[in-house]
C-alpha cells in the first residue's frame, strides 16, 4: 500500500508493538504528529512539559516494562532537550528509540532555522544513529532502530529523519518483527572453567549487576546463589535482581555499599561478577579491589571483560543462559565457615541512623513499610538516591529506576510517569531531593495533565545534600553554592501544577501521608523537612580502598 513517511513511521511503531509514545510536537515533526493523530485509539502519546522529560518517561517506560521506550521530540532545540535523557539511557543500557525530525533534505546543512545534526551530537551516546533522507528506506531503518535497542547489550537508538521524507510517499508492506535471539560467545571451555573456579572457591562472592535485570535472569541468579552456597551483594543497577531480604544479600556495594559488602569482597577468594561493569563507584581503589580473590566475569559485552580490572576467567554470553548451564553442572556447595562469617558481618555492621528526629532513611524505610516493599521506586541523583538504595528492600527486578552511570539530577519525575504509564497496577514513588526536584518539576504538571496517580516525595534539606556532604568531610565546610534556603514553596508550586500537596515535618506523620497518597490516585506531591547535615553513610572516600568504608562511630573515633 501507498504511504506517507509519517504514516509509516506510525505503522512501524505499530508493527514493533508500541503501545505509548512520549514526546512534544514541533514544525519539522508536523507530519508525523499528524498521522500520530489518525491513530490515537492505538498509540497512546504523553505529551511531556519538556522534552527532557519525554526522554526520561521513555526510559522508566522501558525499565519498568522490558520493553522498549519510545520519545519524539522536533528539530534544533526540541531534539537536542532530549540528549541528557539518550545519554542516561546508554549509560545504564536502556532499550529507546527516539524519534526527531529535521527540516527539509535541500536545506540541510544551510544553517536552516531549528537544524541541528542531532545524528552527530548523539554519536557518542547511542548504539547506533540514523538520518534518514529517502522515504524508501524509512521502515526499514526503524525496524533496525527496534532490533539494535534491544539485542545484546541494551540501549538507545536514534532515528532522524528529514521533513520532506515523512510528506513523501512509497510502498509500505507490513513486517512481523524477527525474534531477538540472545548471542553467546562462550565455549564448552569457558563453563569448564568457571565450574572449576567455584568449586575450588572456599569463600566465594557474588557481585550482582543491572545485567542481571536487562537478561531476565533473576530466578536463575537466587538458583544459582543456593548452589554454590554465597552471599550476594549488588551494584545500584543491580538492586531487585535479588531479594533483598534474604539471608544471603549483604546490601550494596562500593562508595556508599555496607561495611559487609565491602569487606566481605575483601575477603572473599573468589568474586563472581554477573552483568556488572565494575564502574568506579563499586571498586573504589582497583589496585587493591578484592585484592585476595580470582575474579570470575560472566557478562554479554566482551568489551567489558578485563576494562576496569583483570579477570582471571570470563564467560561471555546473555547472563541467563549461562547461569542455566552453570546451575545444571555445578553439584551443591557448602560454605557454612564463610556465611557464618559473613551474618557476623552483618550484625556487627548494620545500617544505623538516627532514629530520633525525622531524617530520609526512616522515610524510606516507612516507603517500604506502607507499600510492603512491592511499589515501583524511582529516584534522582544524591544523598536521597542512597538511602533509597539502603533502606527500601527490594525483592524483585524492575522496581528500583535511578541514574546510575550519568548520575542525572531531574531523572526521577519523568521516569515515574513512565513507570505508572507501563505499569498502572504498580504503586509508583519518585524519591527526590529539593535540588534535583527543581530540575524538572514541571513534569509534574504532566501527571496532572493525565491524572497519572505518580507518588512524589521531595526529602528537603534546603541544600544540595551530597555536595554539601563532600564539603563537610573533604573541603573544610567551604559550602560553596549548595545551600538553598530560598522562598520556594514546593507545596504551592505543586498546587499550581494541579496536584495534591501534603507536607511533613515529623516522623508521625509519614506513614498517614504516604497511606493518603496511596489512597487518593492521583497525583500527589508529598514534601518532608530534614536537616540539613544528614549524611549517607558508609561511605568510601573516592580513589580509596572499599575496605576503608567508614560511618559517623570511625568519624568520632577520630576526632
Known sequence: MQLTGAEIVIECLKEQGVDTVFGYPGGTILNI??????????????????????AHAADGYARATGKVGVCMATSGPGATNLVTGIATAYMDSVPMVAITANVNLPLLGKDTFQEIDIAGVTMPITKHGYIVKDVNVLADTIRKAFKIAKSGRPGPVLVDITKDVTANVCEYTP????????????????????AELIAQAKKPYIYLGGGAIIADAAKEVREFAEVIDAPVCDTL????????????????????????????????????????????????????????AKVLHIDIDAAEIGKNIPVYASVVGDLKSVLTELNARLEKQEHSEWMAHIKELKETYPLKYNGNQLSGP???????????????????VGQHQMWAAQYYKYTEPRTFLSSGGLGTMGYGLGACIGAKVGQPDKVCINIAGDGCFRMNMNELATASRYNIPIIQVVINNHVLGMVRQWQTLFYDHRYSQTVLNDK????????????????????EEVAPAIEKAIALNAPVMIECIIQEDDKVFPMVPAGAPISDAFDEDDLAKKA
Open 175 to 194: 513486517m512481523v518483527p524477527e525474534e531477538i535471539k540472545s548471542v553467546n560467545k562462550y565455549t564448552e571451555s569457558d563453563l569448564e572453567k568457571a
Open 33 to 54: 504528529y499528524d498521522a500520530l493523530y489518525k491513530h490515537s485509539d492505538e498509540i497512546n502519546h504523553v505529551l511531556t512539559s519538556h522534552e527532557q522529560g519525554a
Open 237 to 292: 543497577m543491580g538492586k531487585g535482581a535479588f531479594d533483598g531480604t534474604s539471608e544471603r544479600y549483604t546490601g550494596m556495594i562500593g562508595m556508599h555499599g555496607t561495611k559487609t559488602s565491602n569487606f566481605g569482597v575483601s575477603e572473599c577468594d573468589l568474586l563472581i561478577a554477573l552483568g556488572a561493569r565494575f564502574s568506579d563507584r563499586v571498586i573504589g581503589n582497583p589496585k587493591t579491589f578484592a585484592k585476595n
Open 362 to 380: 526512616f522515610i524510606i524505610e516507612e516507603i517500604d513499610r506502607v507499600t510492603k516493599g512491592e511499589a515501583v521506586i524511582s529516584t534522582d
Open 488 to 507: 520556594v514553596d514546593f507545596c504551592k508550586v505543586a498546587e499550581g501544577l494541579g496536584c495534591t500537596a501534603i507536607r511533613v515535618t515529623s516522623k
